[in-house]
């Protein structure tokens, strides 16, 4: 992902959709004061401020709802229709088109910098926190450090709970104030620690990548993140698409999309249609069949930019998802 699956980066808006699965027991059998003991020293030698250490790792506890949230899987709890239902409706939709207009000056000024059309700034920004109404208002060191001594994806976690005491170094923001979703996603553009100290922006000029009140901090940060790693601002994410009768299901690929890109041309040749039964544009661009749904499902003949996408989540839900919000803001 910078990182992370579907689980760990589900979009924060959509979390009160799932049920919970009853409390585990923390995996880990070191109890937790003195795993975190030991943890506070690792931070001392990484070079952490004791100042810096004391303020975010004193008087903790792990979170067991927190734990309850990362038992549940939502990709076996909802196929791919009910999904997109819930993630890309009516009201979103024109809600997200109201907001490009609005944010139209500095969405066009981030657009330009970072060679990603507005209609994806918006549309992710919209998944992940319904506009920045929903950040999460979990403490974010706690929830790290509840997830990082539970056994199951300690290392991963561990690692994103020291980006986060480099963030509170970096910036001074006070541990308390570092609120986000139960994973660690933090701010309107639900960054994980990590991703904050590589992609995070400071547009406004202020001093501070402020992407938990910044507007034009967040759409900077979510611009430059999809530029590092790949967008092309001449694409799109890709298009439903029709296949033929008897079509090799080992042309589709899976969320890694591992498999060689094919250009279009050669998907024309293979019977692959436009949902309507026309033909494929004659452009060179290459790219790859999906079935988010699986073989009963919907499938996409998806570009370079729905790569990009998984790398923000490993996830064709929330990849087709947002491209499927974009399609439907348009320009505004």
Same mark, same amino acid.
């Given at each position: 992902?910078?990182?992370?699956?579907?689980?760990?980066?589900?979009?924060?808006?959509?979390?009160?959709?799932?049920?919970?699965?009853?409390?585990?027991?923390?995996?880990?059998?070191?109890?937790?004061?003195?795993?975190?003991? +030991?943890?506070?020293?690792? !931070? &001392? =030698?990484?070079?952490?401020?004791? @100042?810096? *250490?004391?303020?975010?790792? #004193?008087?903790?506890?792990?979170?067991?709802?927190?734990?309850?949230?990362?038992?549940?899987?939502?990709?076996?709890?909802?196929?791919?229709?009910?999904?997109?239902?819930?993630?890309?409706?009516? +009201?979103?939709?024109?809600? !997200? &088109? =109201?907001?490009?207009?609005?944010? @139209?000056? *500095?969405?066009?000024?981030? #657009?330009?910098?970072?060679?990603?059309?507005?209609?994806?700034?918006?549309?992710?920004?919209?998944?992940?926190?319904?506009?920045?109404?929903?950040?999460?208002?979990?403490?974010?060191?706690?929830?790290?450090?509840?997830?990082?001594?539970?056994?199951?994806?300690?290392?991963?976690?561990?690692?994103?709970?020291?980006?986060?005491?480099?963030?509170?170094?970096?910036?001074?923001?006070?541990?308390?104030?570092?609120?986000?979703?139960?994973?660690?996603?933090?701010?309107?553009?639900?960054?994980?620690?990590?991703?904050?100290?590589?992609?995070?922006?400071?547009?406004?000029?202020?001093?501070?990548?402020?992407?938990?009140?910044?507007?034009?901090?967040?759409?900077?940060?979510?611009?430059?993140?999809?530029?590092?790693?790949?967008?092309?601002?001449?694409?799109?994410?890709?298009?439903?698409?029709?296949?033929?009768?008897?079509?090799?299901?080992?042309?589709?690929?899976?969320?890694?999309?591992?498999?060689?890109?094919?250009?279009?041309?050669?998907?024309?040749?293979?019977?692959?249609?436009?949902?309507?039964?026309?033909?494929?544009?004659?452009?060179?661009?290459?790219?790859?069949?999906?079935?988010?749904?699986?073989?009963?499902?919907?499938?996409?003949?998806?570009?370079?930019?729905?790569?990009?996408?998984?790398?923000?989540?490993?996830?064709?839900?929330?990849?087709?998802?947002?491209?499927?919000?974009?399609?439907?803001?348009?320009?505004?």
């Amino acid at each position: 992902m910078k990182r992370r699956d579907f689980v760990a980066k589900l979009p924060v808006a959509a979390l009160g959709l799932f049920g919970l699965l009853p409390f585990r027991a923390l995996a880990n059998t070191v109890d937790f004061d003195s795993w975190l003991a +030991a943890l506070r020293v690792e !931070a &001392r =030698q990484k070079g952490l401020s004791q @100042r810096t *250490i004391d303020d975010a790792l #004193s008087n903790l506890s792990p979170i067991p709802r927190v734990l309850e949230l990362d038992r549940r899987q939502p990709e076996t709890t909802l196929t791919f229709d009910q999904y997109v239902t819930r993630v890309v409706n009516d +009201a979103r939709a024109e809600t !997200a &088109r =109201q907001r490009i207009v609005e944010h @139209r000056e *500095i969405l066009e000024s981030v #657009s330009r910098r970072f060679n990603v059309q507005p209609r994806f700034i918006v549309a992710l920004w919209a998944i992940e926190t319904d506009f920045g109404r929903i950040t999460g208002g979990f403490p974010i060191i706690q929830a790290l450090a509840t997830l990082a001594h539970d056994g199951r994806r300690s290392a991963f976690f561990r690692e994103e709970l020291f980006n986060a005491l480099r963030i509170i170094e970096r910036t001074g923001i006070a541990a308390r104030d570092m609120k986000g979703s139960w994973a660690g996603a933090m701010g309107q553009s639900q960054f994980m620690p990590s991703s904050y100290l590589a992609y995070a922006m400071d547009f406004d000029g202020d001093g501070r990548a402020d992407i938990w009140n910044s507007r034009p901090d967040v759409f900077a940060s979510i611009a430059n993140y999809l530029s590092r790693v790949g967008w092309r601002a001449n694409e799109t994410w890709g298009r439903p698409v029709r296949l033929p009768a008897g079509f090799d299901t080992a042309l589709v690929d899976d969320r890694r999309l591992q498999k060689p890109a094919r250009p279009l041309a050669e998907w024309q040749a293979l019977g692959v249609r436009k949902t309507d039964g026309s033909a494929l544009p004659q452009r060179d661009v290459s790219g790859w069949i999906v079935q988010p749904g699986g073989g009963e499902g919907p499938s996409f003949l998806v570009y370079a930019n729905y790569k990009a996408l998984l790398h923000w989540n490993r996830s064709l839900f929330f990849a087709t998802a947002v491209g499927y919000l974009a399609d439907r803001i348009g320009d505004g």
